[in-house]
Nanobody, 116 residues
């Protein structure tokens, strides 16, 4: 039912940019907060950014503040993560998340590799 499909990952050099997308279906997208997480190899999953249903409330992890932006298009049921000034430590699988009826749903993730 609930489906989240991430895209946009890839290999990028330090200082470069990528825009990730998460296409959502199976729930009322416009009523839910959406969140991006990431998990690097051997590391715990960490919250990257969150955006409220109408996009008015946004939070970022300290590690990405000033470099990443999160946005959403409720007409397209899609949430985005614009990543600028990428660093090697940003390398991770990026996943989007939504909580529906107290249940967390996850996409499969998209791999971002920042390397020269």
């Amino acid at each position: 039912q609930v489906q989240l499909v991430e895209s946009g990952g890839g290999l990028v050099q330090p200082g470069g940019s990528l825009r990730l997308s998460c296409a959502a279906s199976g729930f009322t997208f416009s009523s839910r907060t959406m969140t991006w997480y990431r998990q690097g190899t051997g590391k715990k999953r960490e919250l990257v950014a969150t955006i409220s249903s109408e996009g008015h409330l946004i939070t970022f992890a300290d590690s990405v503040k000033g470099r990443f932006t999160i946005s959403r298009d409720n007409m397209k049921n899609t949430v985005y993560l614009q990543m600028n000034s990428l660093k090697p430590e940003d390398t991770a699988v990026y996943s989007c998340n939504v909580q529906v009826a107290r249940v967390d749903y996850w996409g499969k993730g998209t791999l971002v590799t920042v390397s020269s």
